[in-house]
């Protein structure tokens, strides 16, 4: 029989997370992954409805019961009272549901599910990795970290590889425990069950993989597998096969044998760079049909879409089709399009509950899908790998002999000045093989990196950066100054392989470790040498690299608020003004932002414009989340919206200046604002 689950959502708990960390909150792939898991049952959110009511349609959609809970401003949410006697009710009625859900970050609800467990349910948490209590997570037989289920990268990379030794540290240690009871080899489905009890934040989707299986085939160093009536059987390396007869070794597949033909190291960047874009989720011919379907419903329905009501309308016509094409798969080849700018949200921040436009410069079918498809040719210089066509034909089309279609990407993205041929190389623009050396944000920190005197005898190359970024990333949280050298070295380590061309050597990376030092330069300046006014530099050096659009945003995504929050307090810092009861740990920018714009002090008032103004200069996007905070979570008050309005007036002050001529009306952003 299907496992049957009972799912509930402490909604406003994680919606207020999702719009304060700039992302945009979708159910969708967090059903479709529960739906594999087996029968929702029951499925209930909580929240006040009238402050999430653009969140409805896709709730519904998802046939999710809404419940309402009416906000107190003054008091508490109390989603988590009416969410444990729902769950207990359900628990104590329905014996059949074995498994519960709970999709939140709050520690209270640890007692909830402590009582589900004695019970005997089996319980599941689902919530974001910053916010979520470890509490919560001890609770439960097993959790899971939002941002997994919803396809972002967990935090900063040098954490990720931290994360991927504590498992495999955590395997060696299950199967210890198993060979102390004489269990040797254990079934892996056990194996796994043991893991999770002694730590059930373990998922092997954390790490890329889809089955437990694939992820111990790649961990293959430390085990060794076996089969056995057709079940799979693990044991350490060490152990001695024929004392246990029956067992049959299981060969991992290599690398090789996993592909049509052995791949060249450049071929293996460029899939790696195919699949962190999510352009393998999927077929060629879908991915043709779906961008084909997108582009023909702009074009004639411009405007009268946003993105999630555009998706939901094709998957119910490829579903009447009888054809598997899921919301989040059609996400996918959506945010192809978006990477490049195919779309316009108008004076919108790009959102998928926004309404949205073909952008103005494409005129056709064929310049849309070449537009989109464009995106992996641009990431690939994006990283500062050498361009080889054919390869690039056989990873995005399936055809090494589609030569001139890469031809023609390149040649579009040279034509709007995205890229540009040096040579037989293909880079960014710039003067040099670093190409945001020059750019006005960034000159200081690059000009440091080319400074800076390693230590001597220091090994070289991108391994030892690696190393360094490690190393930084665990010193940032206890010595701001250590960590900055640390990741300077590692910029400069960085530096040297790409101007050499090591393999390897990536911009990307590069980009990554100066965002890192920038944003550690910037807490070392402000926390700790009260250089608040210094530190202005690097926090935009910080924003000019990390763009919604661009791969460090969800690399960095964990950084972008307290960044925002912190550069913005800081000009009250600058006039010695005490903001300790702004509580700049938990505040979010929105909240800063109307603490700051509107203070008694007016030369405050004048420095935050000030610093507002700097900011709409590298990075208008993250102004523009900041208005749909407001216009989601306080648009009951006044304040806040001045707040709103005036940085749109920047926003529109900066493109004037940069274009010459104001591409929309402010006073049309504001109706959309505050409707």
């Not at 246990?244 to 052995?262: C, D, F, H």
């Amino acid at each position: 029989m299907t496992e049957q689950l009972a799912v509930f959502i402490d909604f406003e708990n994680v919606a207020r997370w999702a719009e304060e960390a700039f992302l945009d909150f979708e159910l969708t792939p967090l059903i479709e992954y529960l739906q594999g898991r087996g029968s929702l049952v029951t499925k209930r959110a909580y929240g006040d409805w009238g402050r999430f009511s653009h969140y409805r349609d896709e709730l519904m959609e998802n046939a999710i019961d809404l419940v309402q809970m009416y906000s107190v401003r003054a008091g508490k949410n109390r989603a988590d009272i009416r969410m444990t006697v729902d769950a207990m009710e359900i628990a104590m009625s329905r014996p059949h549901i074995r498994t519960f859900v709970i999709v939140s970050g709050d520690s209270d609800f640890g007692a909830l599910i402590g009582k589900l467990r004695e019970y005997g349910k089996y319980t599941v948490g689902i919530g974001p990795r910053n916010i979520t209590h470890r509490l919560l997570v001890k609770s439960c037989d097993e959790f899971i970290y939002l941002e997994t289920l919803l396809g972002e990268e967990t935090g900063v990379g040098e954490q990720a590889g931290s994360d991927t030794e504590v498992a495999r540290k955590l395997l060696l240690k299950a199967l210890q425990a198993h060979g102390q009871r004489g269990e040797i080899p254990v079934a892996a489905a056990r194996l796994k069950q043991t893991m999770l009890s002694m730590d059930s934040t373990f998922n092997e989707a954390n790490y890329g993989f889809d089955h437990f299986k694939n992820w111990l085939e790649k961990n293959n160093d430390l085990v060794r597998l076996y089969l056995r009536d057709f079940q799979l059987y693990v044991a350490p390396r060490d152990f001695d096969v024929q004392q246990t007869p029956g067992l049959v070794e299981y060969e991992v597949p290599s690398e090789e044998q996993e592909s049509v033909a052995v791949e060249s190291p450049l071929a293996e960047q460029y899939r790696q760079i195919f699949a962190r874009l999510k352009m393998n989720t999927t077929d060629f011919a879908t991915r043709r049909d779906v961008l084909r379907d997108i582009y023909r419903e702009l074009s004639e329905h411009p405007g009268a879409y946003t993105t999630d009501t555009l998706l939901e309308t094709l998957r119910e016509r490829y579903e009447a089709q009888g054809l598997s094409r899921s919301k989040t798969m059609l996400r996918h080849i959506w945010q192809m399009g978006f990477r490049q700018r195919a779309f316009d949200y108008g004076e919108h921040s790009a959102s998928v509950r926004v309404p949205v436009w073909l952008s103005q410069d494409i005129d056709s079918e064929a310049a849309f899908v070449r537009r989109a498809e464009s995106g992996f040719v641009y990431a690939v210089v994006h990283a500062g790998i050498p361009v080889d066509e054919a390869e690039l034909a056989a990873v995005l089309l399936n055809d090494r002999d589609q030569c001139d279609y890469i031809q023609s990407l390149l040649e579009d993205l040279m034509a709007r000045g995205l890229i540009v041929k040096d040579g037989n190389r293909y880079r960014l623009p710039g003067q040099s093989l670093i190409p945001f050396c020059d750019e006005p944000p960034l000159r200081l920190i690059c000009r440091e990196i080319e400074q800076v005197q390693l230590p001597e005898g220091a090994a070289r190359g991108i391994e030892k950066a690696q190393t360094l970024a490690k190393r930084a990333m665990i010193q940032r949280s206890q010595d701001f100054s250590a960590s900055a050298r640390s990741y300077l070295y590692a910029c400069r380590l960085q530096w040297d392989a790409v101007q050499r061309h090591e393999p390897g050597a990536t911009l990307e990376d590069l980009r990554w470790y100066i965002a890192s030092y920038a944003s550690v330069r910037a807490g070392e300046l402000s926390q700790v040498e009260r250089d608040y006014s210094g530190s202005r530099t690097y926090y935009l050096a910080f924003f000019a690299l990390v763009q919604e659009d661009d791969p460090l945003w969800g690399r960095m995504r964990g950084l972008i608020n307290p960044m925002l929050a912190y550069y913005w307090a800081n000009a009250a810092r600058e006039l010695g003004i005490n903001v300790s009861s702004w509580n700049l740990s938990t505040a979010s920018p929105a909240q800063v932002a109307v603490l700051a714009a509107n203070h008694e002090n007016a030369e405050l008032r004048h420095r935050w414009q000030e610093r507002t103004r700097a900011l709409a200069e590298v990075n208008e996007g993250v102004l523009l989340r900041v208005i749909e905070q407001i216009r989601h979570n306080y648009a009951d008050q006044p304040a806040y919206l001045d707040t709103a309005d005036q940085i749109l007036d920047i926003i529109q002050e900066a493109r004037r200046r940069r274009n010459g001529a104001d591409r929309a009306p402010v006073q049309e952003a504001r109706n959309g604002q505050h409707a």
